[in-house]
């Protein structure tokens, strides 16, 4: 039976956006129930991020899946014969990842789905991104849209909601959401290939955009980066 508490599922990678998704996930009044992947990504230093963003955040719960993603390949995130490239890059990056927001919101689905959760947050963002095309608002939408055509809670009067509220902001905006809420952004670690100690590269393109968001806030980079 489904009680008065909210619940929401949120997908944590350890990274500055998902950070942020989480805090505003709490300041709503959701109980989270946090999920994280180690997925064979490159590095996994984001995982140790995430349980300390997880701890420091007081979360109800939070779960680590582990997922073999590099066995199938394809993308330099988790194939390591695939260098990651320095700065932009024309179309979709190698650092694509097939079907990743899809595998992991339909993880987060089941989880939902016995939970009697409302929601789940996904930190995607359509602004400042790579142009991954599994962070656009069309793809969202049509998983909300299966979710709960393809669920026992959705076909029984009780629909999930796929939450992104980070999609139509910037990063420095998204930077900005995150400080009022408390998120400190010295745990959280967005580079693709960060060293055993946390330390960023400062040269892939996600390393570029949280650079430039924090520039372009008027913030200091808390950012421990390799010199």
């Not at 709503?28 to 997925?39: E, I, P, Q």
């Not at 997922?67 to 194939?79: I, P, V, W």
């Not at 979710?147 to 999930?160: D, H, K, Q």
Request: proline share 4%; aromatic share 8%; net charge negative.
């Amino acid at each position: 039976m489904k009680d008065s508490q909210k619940r929401a599922v949120v997908l944590l990678s350890g990274g500055l956006d998902s950070a942020t998704a989480l805090a505003i996930a709490k300041s709503r009044g959701y109980s989270c129930h946090v999920l994280s992947f180690d997925y064979g990504q490159r590095s996994q230093t984001e995982l140790n991020a995430a349980r300390s963003i997880a701890q420091d955040m007081d979360v109800t719960e939070h779960r680590v899946l582990r997922l073999n993603l590099e066995d199938f390949g394809g993308s330099a995130l988790t194939d390591t014969s695939i260098d990651v490239p320095d700065g932009e890059t024309e179309g979709i990056p190698v650092t694509y990842v097939p079907a990743r927001n899809t595998v992991f919101l339909s993880l987060a689905l089941g989880w939902a789905e016995v939970l009697h959760a409302e929601a789940i947050f996904i930190g995607v963002n359509a602004v400042d991104y790579s142009g991954y095309p599994d962070c656009r608002p069309e793809f969202i939408e049509a998983f909300e849209k299966m979710a709960n055509l393809a669920t026992r809670n959705g076909v029984s009067g009780e629909p999930i909601h796929i939450e992104t509220p980070l999609i139509d902001l910037t990063k420095a905006e998204i930077i900005k959401a995150g400080l009022a809420l408390g998120v400190d952004y010295s745990k959280t670690l967005s580079c693709y290939q960060a060293d055993d100690q946390g330390r960023a590269c400062g040269h892939c393109d996600s390393c570029r955009l949280r650079a430039k968001g924090f520039a372009d806030a008027r913030v200091e980079d808390p950012t421990p980066y390799v010199v």
